[in-house]
């Protein structure tokens, strides 16, 4: 079986482009719903981003969302502090994961996957692009946030151009050209890529 990257920017359409392949029947390990979840859930963590920024980091057991980003975004330490503190749960969670798959394939769609630098264990990895005005217009939407803070994260992740080139696969999400052809035909070379090294 293949272990397949999804990647991109913040609002470049990882999720739409995830949806499209898990209606294909390829598993997907949302990186970030795990993190979330293991912050939340690993005694041990939570110690340790208490520890880290202070007990303001929860209220009442959940993670204090908002805090956190003001913290991390304005602050490029701060925010290898976080990233090294949840990674490594969520990349072995991630690796345990995709052991327990049997498909041609399976997806770990993750923002910082060049970041974190786990890309080098995997076969492929697929990169989603969108113009830098289309992805801020739609993470203000999706994350209720100003144009600032948006921009302040895009900032934090290697630049598209350089991202996409790292990548195997490019998908283009402009709302100009159709999605659902790109993932079918990289859908396509997969299941052959994985019928060929078997």
């Not at 490029?76 to 498909?103: F, G, R």
């Not at 993750?110 to 992805?135: C, I, K, M, S």
């Not at 934090?156 to 696969?169: A, G, N, R, S, V």
Request: glycine content about 6%.
């Amino acid at each position: 079986m293949l272990k397949v990257g999804l990647t991109g920017g913040i609002g470049s359409g990882k999720s739409t482009v995830a949806a499209l392949f898990r209606l294909l029947g390829i598993p997907v390990f949302d990186t970030d719903i795990a993190a979330k979840w293991i912050m939340e859930h690993d005694e041990a963590l939570i110690d340790s981003i208490k520890n880290a920024f202070g007990e303001d980091a929860y209220i009442d057991h959940k993670l204090n969302r908002k805090y956190i980003a003001d913290i991390v975004f304005k602050d490029k330490y701060q925010l290898e502090v976080l990233n090294s503190l949840t990674h490594p749960a969520t990349i072995k969670a991630a690796d345990d994961w995709m052991l327990q798959q049997n498909s041609p394939y399976c997806i770990k769609e993750a923002a910082l996957l060049f970041e974190a630098g786990t890309a080098g264990n995997l076969d492929y990895v697929v990169g989603v692009q969108a113009p830098d005005t289309l992805r801020i217009h739609r993470a203000m939407q999706r994350d209720n946030a100003n144009r600032q803070d948006i921009i302040a994260r895009m900032e934090k992740q290697i630049d598209q151009t350089i991202k996409m080139k790292l990548c195997d696969f490019v998908i283009n999400n402009n709302e100009q050209e159709l999605l659902i052809p790109q993932v079918l035909e990289i859908h396509r070379k997969l299941v052959i890529s994985d019928k060929w090294l078997k």
